[in-house]
């Protein structure tokens, strides 16, 4: 990794209040330290509930903090809030699995690019409508796109807008929480072969959270692996998934399904295995 982290998490802990009066707090997120580098992919996996979705809520400050620091592109960013945070949009942004609890049904599309296209922004309208189109062509949709609802697009298509959202403003960070789990395979891989195609254009980082390690090993340069709020191994993604050292994520890659053919052979795959061979 070269230059200043674009994330550093530090020592990161998150206790959710437990139910009953006299119970102490839940320890959820505990002593959690990793970097992700600029324009890198990093997965966070491990099984449900080891606390994948808490640490990027806390990097996106969705839920508070009870100890360490989150910085984003050097800045300690850890009791950010309201006015603050809303600020950091910019640069940092979420794309999360259920992509039409993510879109406002009521907006025809164009409005919710708009939104932050328009925020802080001296841009005008025609501006900010060319910059649209800009965006439907980007991530594959016409750009008539822009005056229909959430309800008139496929799951995959829905997926494709709350990515165009998401990157409207070239954000350095994209916290990404189970992207393409509700999607078919075949959406799967195109929707990922989109974050590859936009991640090389506008130089955005991933953290790619997912319990998917077939994802994890065509998509992410590296992986940490969480279990009950603790990384229990981190590494090159292609290590990890092949020669994993820790028993748990032996027991994570022995229960991972086949990797699916579709995916393998998506075109982020060939590019893989074209700059492998020159
Ligand atoms: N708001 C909350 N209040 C109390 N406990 C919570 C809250 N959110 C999550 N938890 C608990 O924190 C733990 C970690 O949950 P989290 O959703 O981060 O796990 P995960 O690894 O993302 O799981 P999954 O893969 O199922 O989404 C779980 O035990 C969960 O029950």
Known sequence: MTGTPILQVDG?????????????????????????GQAETVALVGESGSGKTTIGKAVLGLTPVSGGRVLLDGR?????????????????????????????????IGRTLAEPLLAGSTRSRGEVREHIADLLRRVGLP?????????????????????ARAVARQPKLIVCDEPTSALDVTTQATALDLLSEL???????????????????????RTLVLQHGRIVEEGRSTDVCDQPQHAYTRRLVAAAPVPDPVLQRSRRHERLELEATS
């Open 143 to 163: 750009e008539d796109a822009a005056d229909r609802y959430p309800a008139q697009f496929s799951g995959g298509q829905r997926q494709r807008i709350a990515i």
């Open 199 to 221: 991640q090389q254009s506008l130089g955005c980082a991933y953290l790619f959270i997912t319990h998917d390690l077939a994802v994890v090993k065509e998509f992410a340069a």
């Open 12 to 36: 990161l802990a998150v206790r959710y209040p437990s139910r009953g009066l006299r119970k102490p707090p839940n320890t959820v997120i505990e002593s959690v330290s990793f970097e992700v």
């Open 76 to 108: 300690d960013i850890t009791r950010h809030t309201g006015r603050a945070r809303r600020a950091l949009s910019a640069d940092l942004q979420a794309i999360f699995q259920n992509p039409y609890g993510s879109l406002n049904p009521a907006l025809p």
